[in-house]
């Protein structure tokens, strides 16, 4: 008399008119031979969707409207390339649950690397991106064409007023972005409303010297409930941007950040934590986890560690990085590639060439070994790229 | 006359008084000879912590108690292995910069990979763990020694109706908790609320049939701002407990659910988009990424795709996971590994063997395929382990 849980299946699937048809797409490259990478395929569809048996799927609206479907299926020089296309209802609107989809459950398998993701602009509606991008914060800063100029407040282990008079000196040398290092938030010898307060402050009576438009960005990556908190002591202190690192808070508290309005601030997106996606066979792309998906959350700027210093990340890789940036993405503006870690005045040339205008050079210990001054060294980082 | 930033970084450091003296210790697998490795170790007590050229670093604090220790570096059988000792102070008594320090920037150096955390009971306190725990867990679903049994409610595309019918069925066969696939959140075709009031509904009404104390674990990873309304909304329409997947949200909002007075929930903790950290040469142990942080973090269960299934995972790896969830820990409460992914009746012996009483197990696709008749799968699932 009871029907069976596979009648309940087959009778309670949700109505087609929930189903518009619409699809994001995300490339995957696939280990194993043609065989295995095809199997591989397969499985996503059902691991990111259903993540049920298919043979027991029935017939109706899941296999129609929810499964993912293999768009293109092809061999490349780096083995099997999978386009997979995902209803947009999946995602539910929300950046957690599209991360879910596009990775979630796939990150626990080998062989699956995510190069690409392709969102149709009702997906990308849910997801405004930047406030500022490339245009809005070259405006802010009166910097029109050139590449911009940042640095970092360092090391941990100096007080508050030890880091202003460093942020001072940068800000007279002509620096366009100071930021808090990624490791500074709230440590005793340097607590994060002393340390924001000194630093804005230092900052701006610097630019009523020069009269140039520096900006502090102060590093809010915070426990999950003092985030909003911390934005808005920092905006009313001055600061002139946010920074956090989505690997530590999840990407939704960038995008939340982002995009609220009582904060407003340019947000500057921070790689730590992250580094592991991109290790290893199984992972997601320089292009996206550096580029498309910081964009995707509202970061106006994305750090990463550039090619040829103390990181490991080669040219073709930043190269990815700053496509994922700056390509056309629908309405959602184009960010900065800001590449650091080991940026040297003598390298700076050779990132001239690569990376053209619209990019913010980081350079942090570089800027102390020059000379003794700093402030100077700041003008000569500054000359070199004028 | 204007002194220079280097005697700035002298004359600013933090005075002793700031240090505890206590520190963390974590230990990081190196790779390359002894040569490479040891200056992977020395990188890491920089990179970790001041991020600073170490030869124009001054004397004093900052060397003293803010750089990284090399405790003990010694080769094993798969290279050399590092143990690294930060001042607790570095963690600022925050989940998000204590995962900073020990893999924040080094997450995107390839080579390391970070084994094992070995934290004091002064940072312990600061991170309170499980609220329930493994003890805790047993006693709400009085259940004293045998393992627990979980399932999903699936497949994506159901209806509220039709996964609260499964619900139903699944508790009346003696399912201990009953959670939401990790891939529900709030789609068109099952609105977080609808979900969620329906299948609480089922559970409690098949719980006064069988006189069982079945409990509904609901999903809610999702947007940080909508959290904790999602948490309590759950627990209004009396869910037993939640799920997250802090690879999504970040572990800090586990952290802060785990904690929160008002939900007093136990929290299961969901490993989606987490594999990566465990996918390659450079990366976080399986007992660190699936046992120990989650733990720290107040989940009550975590959950990992078990060996033998349909995922990579070894033997030796859930030996780690269950591990980082059992072995003593300060005051922090051990909690459950809840193997999944791929199990079926066949394979439950097996792992009888391995696991032991302090586990729970999660069957989804397989209880469905056992005979039509779901809530006798469940029963049959149920006399396999007693």
């Not at 626990?108 to 509606?125: A, H, V």
């Not at 202003?164 to 490791?183: E, N, P, T, V």
């Not at 390509?327 to 003598?346: C, H, K, L, N, R």
């Amino acid at each position: 008399m009871n029907p069976t849980h596979l009648e309940t299946l087959r009778a309670f699937q949700a109505a087609d008119s929930f189903a518009s048809g619409e699809r994001f797409a995300v490339e995957y490259l696939l280990e194993g031979d043609e065989k295995e990478a095809l199997a591989r395929a397969k499985d996503i569809c059902i691991e990111q969707t259903v993540e049920f048996p298919e043979d027991l799927l029935p017939d109706g609206f899941i296999r129609a409207h929810v499964l993912g479907k293999i768009e293109n299926f092809k061999k490349t020089e780096n083995g099997y390339e999978a386009r997979i296309a995902f209803p947009i209802e999946t995602a539910a609107g929300e950046l957690t649950q599209l991360l879910n989809v596009i990775f979630g459950n796939i990150s626990l398998k080998p062989g699956i690397f995510l190069r690409r993701l392709d969102l149709p602009s009702s997906i990308q509606n849910m997801f405004p991106g930047p406030r500022y991008g490339i245009n809005g914060l070259r405006k802010l800063l009166d910097a029109p064409a050139c590449p911009l100029l940042a640095t970092a407040l360092k090391p941990m282990g100096l007080t508050p007023r030890g880091l202003a008079d460093l942020a001072y000196r940068f800000a007279l040398g002509g620096i366009d972005i100071i930021k808090d290092d990624h490791g500074l938030t709230d440590q005793p010898y340097a607590p994060f409303e002393e340390r924001v307060t000194l630093c804005a402050e230092a900052v701006q009576r610097a630019n009523r010297e020069t009269g140039l438009r520096c900006i502090y960005a102060a590093n809010i990556t915070c426990p999950d409930g003092l985030l909003m908190e911390r934005a808005s002591f920092a905006k009313d202190r001055g600061a002139g941007a946010v920074m956090i690192a989505p690997g530590l808070t999840g990407f939704d508290a960038m995008k939340r950040l982002a995009g609220d309005e009582g904060i407003g601030l340019p947000v500057i997106c921070h790689p730590a934590f992250l580094g592991s996606f991109v290790m290893g066979g199984n992972g997601i792309s320089h292009h996206v986890i550096f580029g498309t998906l910081p964009r995707l959350s509202g970061a106006d700027a994305s750090i990463y560690p550039n090619f040829g210093g103390r990181f490991s990340f080669s040219r073709d890789e930043c190269h990815g990085i700053v496509s994922g940036c700056l390509e056309p993405m629908g309405d959602i503006a184009s960010i900065f590639p800001a590449p650091g870690g080991g940026m040297t005045m003598e390298n700076i040339r050779e990132n001239r060439d690569f990376y053209g205008p619209d990019v913010i050079y980081l350079m942090g210990g570089g800027l102390f070994r020059e000379s003794d001054d700093l402030t100077a060294n700041c003008r000569r980082f500054r000359e070199f790229l004028s």
